[in-house]
């Protein structure tokens, strides 16, 4: 019997076969994006380990540290004794095991019991968290753990942080004792279902579906689409906007793969409208409709991107945690003669850059003419949070909402190309109006994660400066690429 780790077990919740590719296929996996999950979750559980350990008497079982059968070993005698706090507990049973973000002492009935408490990043309590601390109190009581209390603490979006590295109030707990203590059947038949899969000697045949999305994306979904479509199909499918479920899998059934074979009956207007252009293999542009849609816009036109980072755990006094902070903006204006200029801003100080960013945002778009960006719903929302801040700018950053002209719908009404692959986002359709704008010629930084990442790395104390001014000219280039890619995308739909 194999001793299944309580991530093993949420794979099996999610889908048996992705269970047994974990185990027997693991190579198989993509996990491009895990790694930021990871980080953030760290950066909550030190905070946690903080916040529980007040007394200063709580141990933390460093696994990459001290290696499996000694944090084993070590949470025996921690959880038996009962003296304090014990962060990253091993805790194991026939067949299965876990490792418990928080266990703190409880003596209020005479005998040392334990409060449990799992740590989330998230901002409240996902459905599939319910399965996980169930998970985690089945294996602390096959492990013979008194536990007193079951809790998942998640970061509460109304904290305010007040500087001085007092993060007390930051987690809110929510009590699952009774309802983990309800499902103790139904986890032990989740771990006999699992290891009756991890036992088998070949791969499931469980077909795609809304599962490989949910809880989360599937790191294993590129291997299941390959086996399915079996044989390279260049327009398949998953090209198709929201082309799920039961159409598609009808459409499956008559044996179709190639999203031009689709018959009429299954598709919705926009998705027949992918198949047409794509069967023409030429991009299509409803020339009339997009210059109706633009409007009356007045020059200079200005073409704008903001980059913004939130922290799980707040770093500077006043904000709250997933707080929306801008931290870059890239403008580029287009006179009616004809003349192109570029104006960027970013601010890697390390202090918090919004005040700074609002006010030269201001002076560069002016008090007229027509603002240009690609979503504006994300702009909106820094333009707002802004305005919010900064109470003497709030008039002057609320006009510039009522300038704001969203590229992205008239892209999506009026533009294709086969090449988009069913997307509209920049990275898709730029290459198809401006192929020597393609992002695979930026040097580092290339998506909008990848600015996030770039940017925390760049204002971190251990940065050197030859690696921070590497880190500028990718997020400078970057962005300035975003709005010059606006500026083509407008030339083409005038």
């Known amino acids: 019997m194999r001793s299944l780790s309580k991530s093993k077990m949420l794979a099996y919740r999610q889908c048996p076969k992705r269970l047994w590719l974990e185990i027997h296929r693991p190579e198989l996996k993509d996990d491009s994006g895990a790694e930021t999950a990871y980080r953030i979750g760290n950066e909550v559980g030190a905070v946690a380990r903080l916040i529980y350990n007040e007394k200063g008497n709580g141990v933390f079982l460093d696994l990459d540290e001290l290696g499996y059968d000694e944090v084993f070993a070590q949470s025996e005698v921690l959880l038996r004794e009962g003296r304090g706090p014990v962060f990253e507990a091993g805790l194991r049973m026939p067949g299965a095991l876990a490792f418990a973000d928080v266990m703190v002492p409880d003596d209020s009935g005479g005998q040392v019991r334990w409060r449990m408490i799992e740590v989330k990043s998230a901002s409240g309590v996902k459905d599939y968290y319910r399965d996980d601390i169930a998970i985690q109190a089945y294996v602390a009581g096959g492990a013979g753990i008194p536990l007193s209390s079951v809790a998942i603490a998640h970061v509460d979006s109304s904290f305010v942080y007040e500087g001085e590295g007092d993060y007390r109030g930051l987690l809110r707990e929510v009590d699952f004792t009774e309802e983990t203590g309800r499902r103790r059947a ?172 609002a006010k030269a945002l201001l002076a560069e778009v002016g008090s007229s003419g027509t603002i240009f960006v690609y979503n504006a719903t994300f702009e909106k929302a820094v333009i707002h949070s802004l305005a919010a801040r900064f109470p003497e700018h709030r008039s002057a950053l609320l006009a510039l909402v009522e300038r704001l002209i969203d590229l992205l719908p008239i892209a999506r009404a009026r533009f294709y190309d086969p090449a988009q692959h069913g997307r509209w986002g920049l990275k898709a359709i730029l290459p198809a109006i401006s192929p020597e704008l393609s992002y695979e010629q930026l040097n580092g930084v290339a998506d909008g994660a990848m600015a996030v990442e770039a940017y925390k790395e760049a204002i971190h104390p251990a940065t050197t400066p030859e690696r921070k001014a590497a880190l500028e000219d990718e997020l400078l280039a970057y962005c300035h690429h975003d709005t010059l890619g606006l500026v083509r995308l407008w030339k083409r739909f005038r």
Request: aromatic share 10%.
């Open 186 to 357: 139904e986890v032990a038949s989740w771990l006999n279902g699992a290891q009756e899969v991890a036992a088998g000697e070949s791969e499931p045949e469980i077909p795609m579906g809304e599962h490989c999305a949910m809880p989360f994306v599937c790191p294993f979904t590129g291997h299941c689409r390959g086996v399915e479509e079996a044989v390279e199909v260049e327009y398949p499918l998953s090209s198709l906007p929201n082309f799920t479920g039961r159409r598609r899998a009808a459409v499956e059934a008559l044996g179709i793969r190639d999203l031009r074979d689709v018959p009429d009956e299954f598709l919705t207007a926009m998705q027949l409208r992918v198949r047409d252009v794509t069967r023409s293999g030429r991009a299509w542009l409803d020339v009339d409709g997009a210059n109706a849609d633009l409007g009356k816009f007045t020059f200079p036109a200005r073409f704008l991107d903001f980059e913004s980072v939130m922290f799980a755990v707040p770093i500077w006094k006043g904000r709250k945690p997933y707080e929306q902070i801008p931290f870059q903006f890239s403008l580029h204006k287009f006179e009616e003669d004809g003349t192109l200029t570029h104006k960027p801003f970013l601010d890697l100080s390390g202090k918090d850059p919004a005040a700074r960013l």
